[in-house]
């Protein structure tokens, strides 16, 4: 059974930066196409970036180009970078694995598999 855990998130001032993982138990990491999407209060569910199963491939939403970085290692690990936080990244983050080893989705629905979800605060 394949899980995905995140790490803790926390509180950021705005214009630091950030770090989140998401460790991927079970089945092999390499199955998939993974990605962060994002969550803020009273908002849907917004794609943040995803990664192909070989890292060949990334894509990133637009208005976070240049601040996010979506990255894998061959231990498991998913990870974002987030650089000069704004107020307006205040979500809850959650990573996700799409079975499609080889697609780019920004979808949700394309994803079968979640993380728990980590809160991400920044402050002004």
């Known amino acids: 059974q394949v899980q995905l855990v995140e790490s803790r998130g926390g509180l950021v001032q705005a214009g630091g930066s950030l770090r989140l993982s998401c460790a991927v138990s079970g089945r092999a990491f390499n199955s998939y196409s993974m990605a962060w999407f994002r969550q803020a209060p009273g908002k849907g569910r917004e794609f943040v970036a995803v990664i192909t199963s070989s890292a060949i491939r990334t894509s990133y939403a637009d208005s976070l180009k240049g601040r996010f970085t979506i990255s894998r290692d061959n231990a498991n690990t998913l990870y974002l970078q987030i650089n000069s936080l704004q107020v307006e990244d205040t979500a809850v983050y959650y990573c996700?694995?799409?079975?499609?080893?080889?697609?780019?989705?920004?979808?949700?629905?394309?994803?079968?598999?979640w993380g728990q979800g980590t809160q991400v605060t920044v402050s002004s």
């Open positions: 996700a694995a799409n079975p499609n080893r080889y697609a780019i989705s920004t979808y949700s629905t394309d994803y079968n598999l």
